[in-house]
């Protein structure tokens, strides 16, 4: 073949690229301004894939035919800039596993409940005997599983950086949870870019894809009120009493009403094991697509009842004197934050902060100022969070490692307390990602 794709970054996205591509005959390297991880540089040199690390080689870079980029590296970098001069195209690790796909994709987007969402899905069609592989965000890339066990069914989870280079792909079944405020620094603080970006899910749509989405958003639904979209064979969800949606919440029910199904799915919402209105959402939007799918009814009911969320999402680490320890680092926008604090009973100390991306605190303060006692600012720069909090919560700490948030918070909480991670910001400032920050809170909770 002797084209030549260079893939710039190193981490899940970036190997699997690199080892799909050599797989299918292409000459292959791999370009890291940082330093590549210990494990992923083990598995290039196993797959004899050429890298570098620690720098850009810009000759070689642009002696490619394809580029494949990293998710995390921005439009507006650099080394993006000096390609982007001599026209050599640009995708992302989506775009060129979709070269190579068979089977179907379920594709799902949202600012918020996208992991929740994806595992649900994910466990909802493993339950049902299903060929399927739990991927993107999660899970291994796109890419890697394709080169090495491909699947009937891929259930994807995509980010908007992740859809911000996509040229043909498309998802069999799109899924637009909700769109709020976040990365707005990737997307010159504009939030139409960034919805925009979202909708980059149904770029691509044909007729005979189906498209998911939450009829509650404001975005979403003034989105696709101003541009012309192809909305055959798209279905809404809501949690009013809406019976003309495809899902919707009646009397603490959720109700689900699909084409080409005679009866209606019902079930309490006490039933299921994922607690609070977000997961309502989450709960209609995973049912609706399954339903679609051809899953059983009593699957699916089975699995709501049955599904343990991922790691760092609302997670109860441990109670101790009558204090709930609640691990919610994969927090990392205003609305997952107040999502986490709507579903908490009791009074909460809430440990927040981080990178601000951003962010906007209003709708948070009726919650904080209702259900917060005290404060732990957890970043090397706090003052942001000190600004908006500091007339509507009384205590507010603030601290620089996870050991000293989690010993303050214990001194702090009595029974009946919350002491929540819910950061509502990145976690880059201090911790390698949002599983490492979740990871040193759940050993300082467990070696109290």
Known sequence: ????????????????????????????????????????????????????????????????????????????????????????????????????????????????????????????????????????????????????????????????????????????????????????????????????????????????????????????????????????????????????????????ELKINTPNHLNLFSMNQDELVIKGKHNVYNSLASGIAARCSGIKDSTIRESFMTFRNMPHRMELVQSIHGVKYINDSKATNVNSAWYALESVTGPVIWIAGGIDKGNQYDILKPLVKEKVKAMICLGKDNIKLNQEFNEIVDVIVNVQSMKDAVKIAYKMAQKGDSVLLSPACSSFDLFQNYEDRGQQFIDMVRNL
């Open 1 to 252: 073949m002797n084209q030549r794709i260079v893939i710039l970054g190193s981490g899940e996205s970036g190997f699997g690229a690199a080892y799909l591509a050599k797989a299918k005959g292409y000459s292959v390297f791999v370009s890291d301004f940082g330093q590549i991880a210990t494990h992923y540089k083990n598995l290039l040199e196993e797959n004899q894939i050429e890298y570098e690390e620690k720098q850009h080689t810009l000759p070689r870079i642009l002696q490619s035919d394809l580029i494949i980029k990293s998710p995390g590296i921005p439009e507006n970098s650099s080394i993006i800039k000096e390609i982007r001069k001599i026209d050599i195209p640009i995708v992302s690790e989506i775009e060129f596993a979709y070269r190579y796909i068979q089977g179907k994709i379920i594709g799902i987007t949202g600012s918020n409940g996208k992991t929740t969402t994806t595992s649900l899905i994910y466990h909802i069609f493993k339950s049902e005997g299903m060929s399927v592989a739990l991927v993107g965000n999660i899970g291994h890339s796109l890419a890697y599983q394709i080169a090495t066990d491909p699947k009937d069914f891929y259930i994807l989870e995509l980010s908007s950086f992740q859809l911000d280079d996509i040229v043909e792909f498309r998802c069999d079944i799109a899924i637009l949870l909700n769109i709020s405020e976040d990365h707005l620094d990737r997307y010159d603080y504009k939030m139409e870019n960034y919805i925009r970006s979202k909708f980059n899910i149904i770029k691509n749509k044909q007729d005979q894809d189906l498209f998911i989405y939450n009829a509650d958003d404001e975005h979403i639904v003034e989105f696709i009120n101003k541009n012309s979209l192809n909305l055959n064979n798209a279905l809404a969800f809501t949690i009013s009493e809406d019976t003309t949606k495809a899902g919707y919440f009646q009397k603490q």
